[in-house]
C-alpha cells in the first residue's frame, strides 16, 4: 500500500480480511492520509482505498479496497499460543519496493512487550502486549503479517528497533508484532461502529505539520505555549485561516492544546467535514483565532 500524506508518500502493507477488500493494517501507515492506494501482492491493478476507521492508541486501522471482489483472505492464527522459540515468517513491503512482497524469517523471542515507537508525524506511542522477534524488519513492513510454521498469520508488524530504541527509519534486527487477536477484537469494533479508543472514518484534517518542539526555522518566534506549528499544507483547511509557520496552536474545538500530543488527541474527537474555531499564538506572541 502507499498513502499519500502531507510530508509526501508513505508506503506500508495490510493485510486481506475479507473477500470483498476490507484491509488490516497499522493506523500510523493511514494516519493524515489524503490519498490511499494499493496493490494486490504488489502487482497488477491499482485500487483506491477509504479509512473504516482506526484505534490510534493501539494502532490498528481498517480500509476498504475499492472495485474489488473474491479477493483471497489472510488465514488467521491463535495468537495466544504462540511462545517463545516459535519460528515466524514476516511478509512486507520492504523499503517501499512494491512488487511480490518480501520474506524474512525470525524466531519469537519475548511475550507481552511493551514498546514505544515514533509515528510520521514524530508523536511518540506506547503500544503493550507485544510479540518481540529476532527478524531483519524494514520500513514498509508496517500493518504485514507475521506467519506460523503453519502459516497461519499471529502478529501484525507494527515497529523494529537495532538497540532498544523501536522506530521505523531504518531496518531493524529485532521487531514488534501486535498480536492477531487483539488486532482483530479492535477490527471487530470497527466494524460494529464504535468503541472507547475507536474513530470511524479518515481523521479530521487541519493541514498542519507540527513539531514537539521548536522548529530550527523559527528562532524569532516568541509564543510561549501550544503546539508549533512546522508548515502549513498548501491547499488544506488551515491554509486559508492566517495561519503561519512558527505560530503555536492553543486550543481547537474546545479543547486545550499546550503540545503536538493534545492537537492531535483533539483531531481525533473530530468527525471529518464540520468546522471548527482553532486559536493560535503568531510568533510576535498575539493571539488570534479562526474557523476551519
Given at each position: ?26 493506523n500510523h501507515?493511514i ?5 490511499i492506494?494499493a ?27 475499492q472495485g474489488v471482489?473474491?479477493l ?15 519460528a ?13 512482497p ?13 514498546v ?7 508523536d511518540?506511542e ?6 518481540q ?49 487483539k488486532?482483530?477484537?479492535i477490527?471487530?469494533?470497527i ?7 475507536v ?17 530550527n ?7 510561549s505555549?501550544?503546539?508549533?506549528v ?21 486550543g ?8 503536538s ?8 474527537s473530530?468527525?471529518?467535514g ?6 493560535r499564538?503568531?510568533s510576535t ?5 479562526a474557523?476551519?
Amino acid at each position: 500500500a502507499e498513502t499519500a500524506t502531507k510530508n509526501g508518500a508513505v508506503a506500508g502493507t495490510g493485510m486481506i480480511l475479507t473477500s470483498g477488500g476490507l484491509v488490516l493494517t497499522n493506523n500510523h501507515v493511514i494516519d493524515g492520509t489524503i490519498n490511499i492506494t494499493a496493490q494486490i501482492d504488489g502487482t497488477g491493478p491499482i485500487y483506491k482505498a477509504v479509512v473504516i476507521g482506526y484505534d490510534a492508541s493501539d494502532d490498528v486501522g481498517l480500509i476498504q479496497l475499492q472495485g474489488v471482489s473474491n479477493l483471497p483472505t489472510i488465514p488467521i492464527g491463535d495468537s495466544s499460543k504462540v511462545a517463545v522459540g516459535d519460528a515466524i515468517t514476516v511478509l512486507g513491503n520492504a523499503l517501499g519496493k512494491g512488487g511480490t512482497p518480501a520474506q524474512v524469517t525470525g524466531a519469537v523471542t519475548q511475550l507481552d512487550q511493551q514498546v514505544t515507537a515514533s509515528d510520521e508525524s514524530g508523536d511518540n506511542e506506547t503500544l503493550t502486549g507485544m510479540i518481540q522477534v529476532s527478524a531483519a524488519i524494514q520500513p514498509g513492513d508496517s500493518g504485514g503479517p507475521e506467519v506460523n510454521s503453519a502459516g497461519q498469520v499471529i502478529g501484525m508488524t507494527t515497529a523494529g528497533s537495532q538497540s532498544g530504541n523501536p522506530g521505523q527509519e531504518t531496518g531493524a534486527t529485532t521487531g514488534f508484532a501486535i498480536p492477531i487477536n487483539k488486532a482483530m477484537s479492535i477490527i471487530s469494533l470497527i466494524r460494529a461502529g464504535g468503541g472507547p479508543k475507536v474513530h470511524i472514518g479518515n481523521a479530521a484534517l487541519l493541514g498542519v505539520q507540527v513539531s514537539q518542539t521548536q522548529p530550527n526555522t523559527c528562532t524569532t518566534s516568541v509564543a510561549s505555549s501550544g503546539a508549533w506549528v512546522d508548515t502549513v499544507v498548501s491547499g488544506s483547511p488551515a491554509s486559508g485561516s492566517g495561519i503561519q509557520a512558527c505560530s503555536r496552536i492553543t486550543g481547537i474545538g474546545g479543547h486545550d492544546v499546550a503540545t503536538s500530543v493534545d492537537l492531535h488527541t483533539a483531531m481525533d474527537s473530530f468527525p471529518t467535514g464540520p468546522t471548527v474555531v482553532f486559536n493560535r499564538v503568531d510568533s510576535t506572541g498575539a493571539a488570534h483565532s479562526a474557523t476551519t
